[in-house]
T-cell receptor
């Protein structure tokens, strides 16, 4: 079956530090890949997505590149802010279906 | 301009009670979903409807019954609530079964 594995958290960084949250996946076929973000007490928001190999998704300074050869979709940001503190979820969806499979989530805390 | 909305936002109730959570989307989407987020933040799909027809029904106790009166609404009724039902329940929608999913703010259910 499909699965998504995220780096274990929590992750604590200082403001303006570089962020990487690792995500690898197992899937049949060619899934679409997503990063969702959940701010404290809120619902999930779509952060970025990529639908085919070598696509790069980007939004709000965050980027992730769909790497088929390493089955990865790592999330990066060059300079984090306190307001980026949230839980980040990597997810995949097979092109043939609608079911989203989520990773465990990674809690990010950014200190001033 | 709320895209996917849920009511109530918080629900505290006693074991054995029956409760409903409502979800509405104003995006004109055909497909809607219910996800459960447990205390460890893990997200898992419960149900999905496409054009008011059930298309995903995960291994969920039959105390949980989704109902879709029209394409814009997907409600979740839970009978005989148990302590283990305490979680955050998220509704989501997508243009069709292949589209990107957009989530509501969540309903925080606490069963005492």
């Amino acid at each position: 079956g499909n699965s998504v594995t995220q780096m274990e958290g929590p992750v604590t960084l200082s403001e303006e530090a570089f962020l990487t949250i690792n995500c690898t996946y197992t899937a049949t076929g060619y899934p679409s890949l997503f990063w969702y973000v959940q701010y404290p007490g809120e619902g999930l928001q779509l952060l970025l997505k990529a639908t085919k190999a070598d696509d790069k998704g980007s939004n709000k300074g965050f980027e992730a590149t769909y790497r088929k050869e390493t089955t990865s979709f790592h999330l990066e940001k060059g300079s984090v802010q306190v307001s980026d503190s949230a839980v980040y979820f990597c997810a995949l969806k097979e092109t043939s279906g609608s079911r989203l499979t989520f990773g465990e989530g990674t809690q990010l805390t950014v200190n001033p | 301009d709320t895209a996917v909305s849920q009511t109530p936002k918080y629900l505290v109730t006693q074991m054995g009670n029956d409760k409903s959570i409502k979800c509405e989307q104003n995006l004109g989407h055909d497909t809607m979903y219910w996800y459960k987020q447990d205390s460890k933040k893990f997200l898992k799909i419960m149900f999905s409807y496409n054009n008011k027809e059930l298309i995903i029904n995960e291994t969920v106790p039959n105390r949980f019954s989704p109902k879709s009166p029209d394409k814009a609404h997907l409600n979740l009724h839970i009978n005989s609530l148990e302590l283990g039902d305490s979680a955050v329940y998220f509704c989501a929608s997508s243009q069709d079964i292949f589209g990107t999913q957009y989530f509501g703010p969540g309903t925080r259910l606490l069963v005492l």
